[in-house]
């Protein structure tokens, strides 16, 4: 009986970093897969864009809905910039074709050890 009842804290947890991954992906190709198309109109790679972007508030904001059982709002807006940065590092190598240098590992790093400290809980 203590999987049943850990269930929705089980849920909680996992559920908002999955779907902020998939919502992401959304997100990533929404901003930035347009780059492969530089001869499209403007106007048409926004209009497309925001369509996918619609999709990663469909799943962005039950992430949050979900997560904020568990998760503070920092706690949820880290994890969501952190995610953000290794599907973006995933995106720009394989669909751009861009290299990822040791200035982008050093950067991301830093970012990574901001957000360490907001899961760490008080100082002091």
């Given at each position: 009986?203590?999987?049943?009842?850990?269930?929705?804290?089980?849920?909680?947890?996992?559920?908002?970093?999955?779907?902020?991954?998939?919502?992401?992906?959304?997100?990533?190709?929404?901003?930035?897969?347009?780059?492969?198309?530089?001869?499209?109109?403007?106007?048409?790679?926004?209009?497309?864009?925001?369509?996918?972007?619609?999709?990663?508030?469909?799943?962005?904001?039950?992430?949050?809905?979900?997560?904020?059982?568990?998760?503070s709002a920092a706690e949820l807006k880290t994890?969501?910039?952190?995610?953000?940065?290794?599907?973006?590092?995933?995106?720009?190598?394989?669909?751009?074709?861009?290299?990822?240098?040791?200035?982008?590992?050093?950067?991301?790093?830093?970012?990574?050890?901001?957000?360490?400290?907001?899961?760490?809980?008080?100082?002091?």
């Amino acid at each position: 009986m203590a999987f049943a009842t850990s269930w929705p804290t089980l849920a909680s947890t996992l559920a908002p970093i999955l779907l902020l991954f998939a919502s992401n992906v959304f997100m990533t190709f929404a901003w930035y897969g347009h780059l492969k198309f530089p001869d499209k109109a403007l106007w048409l790679v926004v209009v497309a864009s925001w369509g996918i972007a619609f999709f990663e508030y469909c799943l962005a904001v039950p992430a949050n809905r979900i997560g904020h059982a568990v998760w503070s709002a920092a706690e949820l807006k880290t994890m969501q910039e952190i995610i953000t940065l290794i599907v973006f590092a995933a995106f720009s190598v394989t669909y751009l074709g861009e290299a990822l240098t040791l200035n982008h590992v050093v950067g991301f790093a830093l970012v990574a050890a901001g957000a360490f400290f907001i899961f760490m809980g008080p100082l002091g």
